[in-house]
């Protein structure tokens, strides 16, 4: 089964007596189990296609579909069940309150998400050892790594159990051998977890010669070939 089908997606928008193109009839499939990584220069449209695939956008044409359903034209209440329940993001930043703990953050995002039972609690304590966290759960982000703040982020994007990963430059404040380890662990909970793992990164050096890379520009897919 597919997590996320987008079919022949255009999004578009005005710009005077004419349209700017941010994506043209970009189609691309992204089973569960796969690790996909998109490129492209500034402007090609990532954050574009992130948006729609995380049905933040309603695109101007094509369709989205996730786990086989069209949920293109869907109101924005059920649009928004979705991204709790489907869904999870990990950003560029992981936007931790600097007054909780990793174990807190976990706790305050399941409450958010109308869950306050005890078992989000040990939910929490499992995802943070699974992420390798264990250790320092109880410590606020203001002692934690770069990396162990990514990884945080990660962790709290899983606590609803989504079948579909949406990740935005997660090695960009990182240092290589970092950046490394977490799409290594991205890629790994891919599998663990039966995910669909869709990676905006503009940072190849980070990538396995294995992995699967697109690349947009001006708003248009290829394969992208690495080298390294």
């Known amino acids: ?51 729609v695939a995380g049905l933040l956008l309603t695109p101007t044409a094509g369709t989205v579909r996730l786990g086989g359903q069209d949920v293109t034209g869907d109101k924005a209440n059920t649009r928004t069940d979705l991204r709790r329940s489907d869904i999870g993001f990990v950003f560029q930043q992981p936007h931790l309150l600097g007054s909780l703990t990793a174990l807190e953050q976990l706790q305050m995002a399941a409450r958010l998400d109308g869950d306050r039972s005890k078992a989000t609690t040990e939910h929490a304590k499992e995802l943070l050892n699974e992420v390798g966290l264990g250790s320092v759960m109880h410590k606020r982000p203001s002692a934690l790594s770069g990396g162990q703040r990514q990884r945080v ?24 051998e970092r950046g490394v380890a977490i799409i290594d662990l991205l890629r790994n909970l891919t599998t663990e977890r039966s995910l669909g793992t869709l990676v905006v990164t503009h940072d190849l050096g980070t990538l396995s010669p294995d992995d699967e890379v697109v690349r947009l520009v001006d708003g248009k897919l290829a394969v992208e070939q690495l080298t390294h």
């Open 153 to 176: 982020g990660i962790a709290r994007a899983l606590m609803g159990d989504p079948k579909l990963l949406l990740v935005d430059e997660p090695t960009s404040a990182l240092d290589h």
């Open 1 to 51: 089964m597919h997590a996320l089908e987008i079919d022949q997606v255009t999004v578009r928008f005005r710009d005077g007596e004419g349209w700017t193109y941010a994506l043209r009839d970009v189609s691309l499939n992204l089973a569960l189990g796969e690790f996909l990584a998109v490129t492209g220069p500034s402007g090609s449209g990532k954050s574009t296609l992130l948006a």
